[in-house]
Nanobody, 119 residues
Framework: QVQLVESGGGLVQAGGSLRLSCAAS????????INWFRQAPGKEREFVAA????????SYANSVKGRFTISRDNAKNTVYLQMNSLKSEDTAVYYC????????????WGQGTQVTVSS
């Protein structure tokens, strides 16, 4: 199994920034991609960003391109999501997820971290 712990969420004004972290433990060799998803109240969970553990290649949802940056520190088994120029529509619970493909969720999820952007 893989354990995932997200942190870094909070309340921020529109235009502000936050950095989320996702720390992985357990069978970390069993996945090749780390995805970030988010779910706003009353909406379905949606893909945000992803990064390959080996190559560092990345993928982003169109809604966050140019504002969010995903990065990794393999030595710490940690992935970061730097979120800049935040908008009220970014308000959601953010989840990290380990998988084999970009934007396709795998079996293991973190507990989520709340991001609230006030306008």
């Amino acid at each position: 199994q893989v354990q995932l712990v997200e942190s870094g969420g909070g309340l921020v004004q529109a235009g502000g920034s936050l950095r989320l972290s996702c720390a992985a433990s357990g069978r970390t060799f069993s996945y090749s991609v780390i995805n970030w998803f988010r779910q706003a109240p009353g909406k379905e969970r949606e893909f945000v960003a992803a990064i390959s553990r080996s190559s560092g290649s990345t993928s982003y949802a169109n809604s966050v391109k140019g504002r969010f940056t995903i990065s990794r520190d393999n030595a710490k088994n940690t992935v970061y999501l730097q979120m800049n120029s935040l908008k009220s529509e970014d308000t959601a619970v953010y989840y990290c997820n380990v998988a084999l493909q970009f934007a396709t969720p795998g079996a293991y999820w973190g507990q989520g971290t709340q991001v609230t952007v006030s306008s």
